[in-house]
């Protein structure tokens, strides 16, 4: 759950409760005043903070009034500001803004008379012009007021609001949408991140570099200025001479060098760390197991094809084939020096890969989806996308004549090595820190090639530019193609060495009922994400699916209908008119990872949606000793309708659980009928926040 994130972010948010709504006062406050509102991201810290009133941390209707007050009070700093400074604003600017600003937010102020108080609120970089304007202009107090207090709660309402709601509801668009939808919406949400930061970084990250190294050299230039500091040079010329020569920008063996280097011994650390963890610390294979079991649930046919043919990009023979072009393309191009660092890169990162699964011979996972014959750490996948597709990036990036065009290859190669290094963990061939390993092998590798070419440049000490002739262009397009068509054929044809058949879908025989439930975890429904939910209360027998429905239909349950658009719309209908829809879909819940089988439902006297008896049923993979089926289920009670979206529950699962066993009982010939405490009695929540409580027992009940 979101606010769960958040609060894992936050430990200590509970200690400071009362704080809280005065960082919000000063976060839209500051936003708002001139200048300030470039440094303080004050509309991203009231949507966090509007996430957290949806977990109960703050009140909402004080989180908005603070806001509120905060963006009053900034904008009527910056109208006192203008209306006494204003001829001085128009001409010279004020601090980072520009004179050029102020006329952009006067010509916005003069098309839109006061109404652009209101407005200008919802508009970056105009927000902050707009009241100073108005105070340049020597706009009226009153009408300005009404505007302002207009904008301000308006513009507290946009970015509360939607940080409120997004994390209510989250948990129920979860469940709500399939697992593959899930993962799908968590990879396009990924995505679509990334690619708005590489929007960001093009347009603004060369001025942020710029000003970052304007910033230096002025710390720089005051360093060398103190008084104090000059004394210390005096008393140790060579370390200061070392110092110097270290972070030399006009020769590699200065600050390339050293940023160089201290990467690699970052790296190295790393790498070190981790080989320990896996080695000693039975938490990181805790974790490791968690995730590959968890990555399970959301393989499906389409998604698997996918990642086969991504993971196909880090094989060896689709490697070697892109490193001999790779090596053809730099001697044809006349970039011959990048050879041998390009070729140690691939082999030095591939035998450091080789004597590391000698060495610790660790297995690969259980999940895998098909078996590999090598040992698992570190990954070779992993390792190759960083050396072979990170050192190509790296040329790219340092040919490329124009920012944007770097940033490109950048990111394209960040993220080629970083699906190749998921489709691992994926297909379940490796663990998360055997992925790491992988990645942290080949950037080791990548640090030495990329710094053996540099001192080779450096040496021959010619100038380093790309001149590329119509053939030679010719050559590097032919050499892509080949590539790509090489891939494509590769992975058309390619034939996954044994698919695993997942031991879990075979029937187990069971004489102890007890086995079905044999963990804590089993004893409860769950959510998407493993959060536990109701307690499992029944337990029957049948000898196949059609036995089970008969009974439930003889006792008046009704089978539910599946969730799809139609049948939604169809209850979303019936909801808002208040017809009967006996049949209704049911909200889907998890039982050992896995979505309910059956829902059966039956109406109140009422007839509504919003009211019904219902419960959800899944078949298990046990059998008993006669062939027959063993099924779990868990009976609640639908009292009302949360958020227009799912249903509410009654807190008493034990009438619920009587009730369905009377109607069984009453209309079924039922054997073998035990009651049994399976769990403790327990107060809880299910996946939507509903309370409920329970004594913990349990019915098994055999269908003859």
Not at 2 to 9: D, F, Q, T
Not at 628 to 637: D, K, L, M, N, P
């Amino acid at each position: 759950m979101l606010v769960e994130y958040i609060k894992s972010l936050l430990p200590a948010i509970e200690h400071f409760h009362s704080l809280g709504y005065y960082i919000a006062f000063f976060a839209a406050f500051l936003e708002t005043v001139i200048g300030v509102g470039l440094i303080i991201p004050g509309s991203a810290i009231i949507l966090l903070m509007g996430a957290l009133a949806a977990g109960g941390y703050f009140d909402l209707g004080d989180l908005i009034w603070f806001a509120v007050f905060g963006a009053v009070m900034g904008d009527n700093v910056n109208y006192y500001i203008g209306k006494k400074y204003g001829a001085s604003l128009l001409t010279r600017g004020i601090w980072f803004i520009k004179a050029k600003h102020f006329q952009k937010g006067k010509k916005f102020f003069e098309e839109h008379g006061s109404k652009s108080i209101f407005f200008g609120r919802f508009l970056p970089s105009v927000k902050e012009i707009i009241p100073l304007v108005a105070g340049v202009v020597e706009m009226k107090r009153l009408p300005f007021m009404f505007w302002n207090l207009l904008g301000a709660i308006g513009w507290g309402l946009a970015w509360i609001l939607p940080g409120y709601f997004f994390a209510q509801s989250l948990d129920v668009a979860k469940v709500w949408l399939t697992r593959a939808g899930l993962f799908l919406s968590i990879l396009i949400g990924i995505f679509i991140l990334f690619y708005l930061l590489k929007i960001l970084i093009v347009k603004k990250g060369q001025e942020l570099l710029t000003f970052i190294i304007s910033v230096l050299r002025s710390i720089r230039v005051a360093i060398h200025q103190n008084k104090d500091v000059q004394k210390l040079a005096n008393k140790h010329q060579k370390i200061l001479k070392l110092i110097r020569q270290r972070i030399d920008t006009s020769t590699f063996f200065g600050l390339p060098l050293t940023v160089l280097a201290f990467a690699f011994v970052y790296v190295l650390f790393l790498f070190g760390g981790i080989v320990e963890d896996v080695v000693n610390l039975d938490l990181i294979v805790d974790i490791d197991v968690r995730i590959a079991n968890l990555l399970v649930v959301f393989r499906s046919v389409i998604f698997t094809k996918g990642f086969v043919w991504i993971t196909l990009l880090g094989s060896w023979p689709v490697a070697m084939v892109i490193s001999g072009l790779t090596v053809s393309t730099l001697w044809i191009i006349k970039k011959r020096v990048y050879i041998i660092p390009f070729m140690l890169t691939i082999i030095g990162s591939e035998a450091f890969t080789y004597a590391g699964k000698l060495i610790l011979h660790r297995v690969r996972p259980t999940a895998a989806h098909y078996v590999e014959s090598t040992f698992a750490f570190p990954s070779g996948h992993a390792t190759i996308a960083v050396a072979l597709y990170g050192f190509i990036t790296y040329l790219c990036v340092k040919y490329s004549t124009r920012w944007s065009h770097k940033i490109n290859f950048l990111f394209a190669g960040l993220g080629l090595m970083s699906l190749i290094g998921f489709s691992r963990l994926f297909l379940g061939v490796h663990f998360i820190s055997d992925v790491w390993g992988g990645d942290l092998v080949g950037a080791m590798w990548l640090i030495i090639g990329i710094t053996l070419a540099e001192f080779y440049i450096h040496k021959n000490g010619k100038t380093d530019r790309l001149n590329l002739t119509k053939n030679r262009k010719f050559f590097l397009v032919v050499s892509s193609l080949i590539a790509l068509g090489f891939y494509m054929i590769f992975a058309l044809t390619y034939q996954l060495p044994s698919v695993l058949i997942n031991n879990e879908g075979q029937d187990h025989v069971v004489s102890d009922l007890k086995m079905v439930l044999s963990t804590e975890q089993l004893k409860y429904t769950e959510s998407l994400l493993s959060n536990r939910g109701e307690p499992i209360n029944f337990i029957i027998i049948a000898q196949n699916d059609e036995q089970l429905v008969q009974a439930f239909h003889n006792a008046g349950w009704q089978l539910a209908d599946p969730v799809n658009i139609v049948n939604l719309l169809k209850t979303g209908n019936a909801i808002v008119n208040k017809q009967p829809y006996p049949q209704a879909p049911i909200t889907p819940e998890f039982w050992n990872s896995e979505v309910h089988d059956f829902g059966f439902e039956k109406p109140t006297p009422r007839n509504m949606v919003n009211e019904r008896h219902h419960v959800r049923f899944w078949r298990t993979n046990y059998i008993t000793e006669t062939a027959a089926r063993i099924y779990v289920g868990a009976a609640s009670f639908d009292n009302g309708i949360k958020w227009g979206i799912t249903h509410t529950i009654s807190p008493d699962l034990d009438s619920e659980r009587e009730f369905l066993f009377n109607d069984l009982k009453a209309t079924n010939p039922l054997e073998a009928i035990v009651e049994s405490t399976f769990s403790q009695p327990v107060l809880g929540q299910n996946f939507t926040g509903d309370a409920f409580f329970t004594d913990g027992h349990i019915y098994i009940i055999t269908l003859p």
